[in-house]
């Protein structure tokens, strides 16, 4: 059971801007621990999408950015395109568990 | 080119004993963090341990505590998962990941099944 909550899902159309939230609380992305986001399409191992909690890893489409605030964090995608449909998940560190944590992971349809 | 490559997944009965392997190559190994992750069939990304790049530190999840043990060998640039006591729960995808500020590198993956 993951304590880190993302939506389930979210949809947009092509060119649209899209944000994924991720909820934390006080022994995680509230404790001041930077937030990760990752990419992963079906059948294939997850792709670092930020780090940091708003830094691109070289080759990362600038439409990708991340922020955080208090016990949350988001990654927006600006300008939607249709290979930007996967599932993603935040991740974080949790002090009260001792080790890292990642979100239920968020779905992203393309309309 | 940097490359994780992990092996050692098979079908197991349930109590049984396994030991998953991660090969790296492309960089210094000695010097990186490196993780299991593992993902059950249609369910989301699960951290089960990290071991720092000297040993000296290492944290496994609660689900695992007492029946995984992580270890490398860097003179093999190896990475190891000791999993005993398996469980139907255990069956997962695992993947070695390379990190610890955001995970940067990952392998293909191997799968477990106990059944």
């Known amino acids: 059971q993951s304590v880190l909550t993302q939506p389930p899902s979210v949809s947009g159309a092509p060119g649209q801007r899209l944000t994924i939230s991720c909820t934390g609380s006080s022994s995680n992305i509230g404790a001041h621990y930077d937030v990760h986001w990752y990419q992963q399409f079906p059948g294939t191992a997850p792709k670092l999408l930020i780090y940091?909690?708003?830094n691109r890893p070289s080759g990362v489409p600038g439409r990708f950015s991340g922020s955080k605030s208090d016990t949350s964090a988001s990654l927006a995608i600006t300008g939607l395109q249709a290979e930007d449909e996967a599932i993603y998940y935040c991740?974080?560190?949790?002090?009260?568990?001792?080790?890292?944590?990642f979100g239920t992971g968020t779905k992203v349809t393309v309309l | 080119e940097v490359q994780l490559v992990e092996s050692g997944g098979v079908l197991m009965h349930p109590g049984g004993s396994l030991r998953l392997s991660c090969v790296a190559s492309g960089f210094t190994f000695s010097g990186k963090t490196l993780n299991w992750v593992r993902q059950a069939p249609g369910k989301g990304l699960e951290w089960v341990s990290s071991?720092?790049?000297?040993?000296?530190?290492?944290y496994i999840a609660d689900s695992v505590r007492g029946r995984f043990t992580v270890s490398r060998d860097n003179g093999k640039n190896s990475l190891y998962l000791q999993m005993n006591s398996l469980r139907v729960e255990d069956s997962a995808v695992y993947y070695c990941?390379?990190?610890?500020?955001?995970?940067?590198?990952w392998g293909q993956g191997t799968t477990v099944t106990v059944s």
């Open positions: 990941a390379r990190g610890d500020y955001g995970m940067d590198v």
């Open positions: 940091g909690n708003n």
């Open positions: 991740q974080s560190y949790d002090n009260s568990l001792s080790g890292y944590v």
């Open positions: 071991i720092s790049g000297s040993s000296t530190t290492i």
